[in-house]
């Protein structure tokens, strides 16, 4: 496609559950990162990837949360024992390189009930 | 330590100009960003300036840079209706994963 897309659109979860968030970055583009937008704030960092390495996940909150990207392309973003703290949107943005502008996807909102 | 900071509202009326000012902290800071976000909708990359910069234009949109200060502003001339959206400024931090702070964004309402 010709933007970053990711699926699902929305996600309605129990609390505890387990969750899995889709990101299919723009062809070619190298770098994929996650943010998280919680209501009336802007996107805070959670992980990077270059290629399929996690280059840096030091905005992950806690061990709950994972991220994969096993072939440098689609990337999963994982959470377990879902909490009513993890509702937000998830976005999800790639570029050419690290040091090129990131392109975002329209996000996955995710609701803890 | 790296923060952004905007304020949270601005109203204009239709034609006029309208100016969106965000500070950042990290000196470091390689590229800044303005993205527009409309409700519901992802976000939209307007503009960026690389931080060796005073000025950019693009069009209908200035971006100005001062670095000294770390004050970072985006003027919207002859705002239209269409502009209604929040906007977000964003810091490109040269930490080798050139992660993107972003600030609390400013909510721009557009008046006919």
């Known amino acids: 496609g010709a933007g970053v897309s990711q699926t699902p659109s929305n996600k309605v979860t129990e609390k505890g559950k387990y969750v899995e968030l889709r990101c299919d970055p723009i062809s070619g583009h190298t770098a994929l990162y996650w943010y998280r937008q919680s209501l009336g704030q802007g996107p805070e960092f959670l992980i990077y990837?270059?290629?399929?390495?996690?280059?840096?996940d030091s905005g992950l909150p806690n061990d709950r949360f994972f991220a994969v990207r096993p072939e440098g392309s689609v990337s999963t973003l994982k959470i377990q024992r879902t909490e009513r703290g993890d509702s937000a949107v998830y976005l999800c943005?790639?570029?050419?390189?690290?040091?090129?502008?990131?392109?975002f996807g329209p996000g996955t909102r995710l609701t803890v009930t | 330590g790296e923060d952004v900071e905007q304020s949270l509202f601005l109203s204009v009326r239709e034609g006029d100009s309208s100016v969106i000012n965000c500070t950042y902290t990290?000196?470091?800071?390689?590229?800044l960003y303005w993205y527009k976000q409309e409700p519901g909708a992802g976000l939209q990359l307007l503009t960026y300036?690389?931080?060796?910069?005073d000025m950019k234009q693009d069009q209908r949109l200035t971006v100005l840079l001062n670095k000294k200060d770390k004050h970072l502003s985006l003027r919207i001339a002859d705002t239209q209706t269409g502009d209604s959206a929040i906007y977000f400024c964003a810091e490109s931090v040269l930490s080798g994963t050139y992660k993107y702070i972003f600030g609390t964004g400013t909510r721009l309402k557009v008046l006919a």
């Open positions: 300036i690389f931080s060796n910069m």
């Open positions: 943005a790639s570029s050419r390189g690290h040091s090129y502008e990131q392109y």
């Open positions: 990837f270059q290629g399929t390495g996690a280059a840096d």
């Open positions: 990290d000196s470091s800071s390689t590229y």
